[in-house]
């Protein structure tokens, strides 16, 4: 069977556990083989019985000359069993494994993994891994270093095992090495089969690091050559509107001026390289990734008023009906003095354009994407918050125009690096700047102790100073393994009745409809409530100046980046703001990665830090959606990263000719642009 066949087609058993295996990420046969363990158990050792020592964790190879269930006096069933080699007899003991006695049989040759136990000369091997010795003497579960997987309910390591081996075993043909030689050779690289076998199935654990290193680079490599031909056919191929700054020296001057405040030398800058795009005549695709409140906003006017100025429309598309109104609200404050027509179209709120006027700038959100939505000629999209977004609805409203320019912003920190690796083709400009006289958020983390006087003193700035408040709580539901995380209902329920009753609360979190969502926080907003309890669903950019205060339960949960976010919903007016951090967890490195929060206020810069200390996939679990992050390689790995970026530029002109190389890369695009 191919390796490309998708698991509901390769059989009965495969069929079953479709739904889960996508769970892990597993949609075709392939990805079985690229599902890499995150650790090995060491059954490594091999011991005859004769040699066993009480304490050491071994593998038994023998015979089954024993094997009952058996009731203990609590009435427990365990399992007992005697198994034999050559040197001499050991007891085994299992406990709670009724169907043993089905599987395994006396007689049989089994290998036995696990912990010897016992004082004096009387051992057992207690709860071992066991597996059938077949005739080829192969063992997968036993005797070696064992692969333990990311699993699922239902799909267990060793279930997953079995189906890599055989895979590994009859798809050799189909694995044909991609890399070319000499980049192979270059960086010491494994073949890619050897890769896979040893990934899998190592013969040590050097050898275990060495298949992961290989599969990391292709990993960042086959990344960056994507990012690379998505660059190449975007400067390239297409042809993009040439917009002129200095024929509108004098508009954009008074643009400027009438701003009621001065531009913070990152916004300048960021301004700066967006007219330095525009004047390329080449397609723009620029990031904007700035802080919450750094003022992104106003930069997109701009971009969109010398877009107007040059007889362009522009659209701007947000998440939320509430952000779009905000947008609506703040940009045509800024430009509909200057005759810009600046309209609005939101699920709630159909696009009227009156017969005489112009619409220039159209913003809502994904409302614009309606194909009775249509421009006569779009020069500049806008997409806020755009990981919020797919790829699809972003390529539908690019389509509206002809090769616009594309300006994304996100709140979402992410260093350097990082961003550079996975948005490889894009501009990337950073506002890192906060506008000045902004206060920064108060952040304490709150010892247990305390909580009653923080919930008093919350009840005070609710009813002498008028402040609302957001409460924080990971989960919408508690679930069995989270028992320690406060789920959102439970709490709203308890913060009501027990220790708010004179207070106005309202709930929100992520199983609410859109529009239920936007009531809630329009109501928030309205001031018909003081406090919102909520998931991190607040996460998105709405503008509640007058919420001073941001409480988050379970803190540890979140990444440094995520609770830099979050805290962010404060701190939008001109009052002090605080934050108030939660959490349960006694562990000192928790609470040093919690208070760093107290003292630092950069989001990139926590973002750096979360990466050291936590790991990638730890930063982005709470912020992102749908997006593919890296699997095997790591952020923090920058040599490897670096090592693959130049390789993938020395490379990246010999494409042509290496077509299992192209072919590779292409799949990654695929990948990319349907994330799963
Ligand atoms: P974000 O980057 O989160 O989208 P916004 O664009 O919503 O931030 O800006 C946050 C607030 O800061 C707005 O009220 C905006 O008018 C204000 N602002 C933006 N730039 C400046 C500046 N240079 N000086 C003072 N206030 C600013
Ligand atoms: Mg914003």
């Not at 906060?434 to 206060?439: A, D, E, N, T, V």
Request: hydrophobic share 40%.
């Amino acid at each position: 069977m191919l390796l490309s066949t998708p698991v509901t087609d390769a059989g009965r058993a495969y069929k079953m556990y479709a739904t889960r295996l996508e769970k892990l990420g597993i949609t075709t046969l392939k990805d079985f083989l690229f599902h890499i363990p995150h650790r090995y158990d060491d059954f490594s050792v091999v011991s005859k019985v004769q040699e066993l020592q009480a304490g050491e964790v071994v593998t038994v190879k023998g015979t089954l000359i024993e094997l009952k269930n058996q009731f203990t006096r609590s009435y427990k069933k365990i399992q007992k069993a005697v198994l034999q080699d050559e040197t001499g007899i050991v007891d085994v003991l299992w406990f709670n494994q009724q169907f043993l006695t089905k599987t395994l049989h006396v007689g049989d040759t089994v290998a036995l993994s696990g912990r010897v136990e016992g004082d004096g000369p009387i051992l057992t091997l207690t709860a071992p891994v066991y597996e059938q010795i077949g005739a080829d003497g192969v063992t997968i579960h036993t005797g070696r270093l064992v692969p333990i997987y990311p699993e699922t309910n239902g799909v267990s390591s060793k279930w997953l095992r079995r189906q890599v081996y055989k895979l590994l075993l009859t798809a050799k043909e189909e694995l044909e090495e991609y890399l070319p030689e000499d980049v192979r050779k270059r960086h010491h690289l494994y073949d890619l089969y050897t890769a896979l076998w040893q990934i899998h199935f190592p013969d040590n654990l050097e050898m275990a690091m060495k298949a992961k290193e290989r599969l990391a680079f292709d990993e960042v490599f086959l990344i960056q050559l994507a990012a690379k031909e998505r660059r190449a056919l975007w400067k390239e191929k297409q042809k993009g509107y040439l917009l002129e700054l200095n024929k509108f020296e004098k508009d954009i001057d008074k643009l400027w001026e009438s701003l009621p405040f001065e531009l913070t030398g990152a916004q300048k800058r960021t301004v700066g390289e967006i007219f330095t795009d525009f004047s390329t005549g080449k397609p723009m695709n620029r990031l904007v990734e700035g802080d919450v409140g750094s003022g992104k906003t106003i930069v997109a006017a701009i971009a969109m008023y010398v877009a107007y100025l040059n007889g362009y429309q522009s659209v701007l598309m947000a998440p939320t009906e509430i952000l779009a109104e905000q947008h609506f609200a703040t940009i045509k404050k800024f430009l509909e003095k200057f005759g810009v027509g600046v309209f609005l179209a939101t699920g709630s709120k159909k696009l009227k354009v009156p017969e005489d006027t112009k619409l220039d700038i159209l913003i809502g959100t994904h409302a614009v994407l309606s194909e009775k939505i249509a421009f006569d000629n779009l020069g500049l999209v806008v997409i806020d918050e755009q990981q919020r977004f797919g790829v699809e609805q972003r390529s539908i409203i690019r389509e509206k125009g002809t090769n616009p320019h594309l300006l994304t912003m996100t709140a979402t920190p992410i260093p350097r690096t990082v961003a550079l690796t996975l948005y490889g083709d894009l501009d990337l400009s950073i506002i890192d700047e906060m506008p000045k006289g902004r206060k920064e958020i108060k952040t304490w983390l709150v010892p247990p102790q305390k909580r009653d006087g923080a919930y008093k003193w919350i009840e005070e700035k609710i009813t002498k100073e008028h402040d609302q408040v957001f409460i924080v709580c990971p989960f919408i539901e508690e679930s069995e393994n989270m028992t320690t995380v406060k789920a959102a209902k439970v709490e709203f329920e308890r913060l009501q009745k027990n220790v708010f009753p004179k207070l106005k609360l309202a709930m929100l979190h992520g199983k609410m409809k859109a529009k239920e969502k936007d009531e809630v926080l329009a109501d928030f907003k309205a001031k018909k409530y003081d406090i919102l309890v909520a998931t991190p669903v607040v996460e998105v950019g709405i503008d509640i100046p007058n919420a001073t205060i941001i409480l988050i339960e379970a803190a540890d949960r979140f990444g440094l980046a995520g609770l830099h976010q979050l805290r962010g919903r404060v701190g939008r007016g001109d009052k002090q703001s605080f934050c108030l951090l939660f959490t349960e967890s006694k562990n000192a490195q928790t609470t040093t990665r919690l208070k760093s929060l107290e003292t630092m206020h950069n989001g990139a810069a926590l973002a750096e830090l979360d990466l050291q200390m936590r790991g990638a996939g730890e930063l982005y679990g709470t912020l992102q959606h749908g997006r593919r992050w890296l699997k095997i390689a790591s952020f923090g790995d920058f040599m490897l990263i670096e090592r693959a970026k130049e390789e993938a530029n020395n490379v990246f002109g010999k494409l042509p000719d290496l077509p299992l190389l192209k072919q590779k890369v292409e799949e990654v695009t695929i990948k990319q642009v349907n994330p799963d």
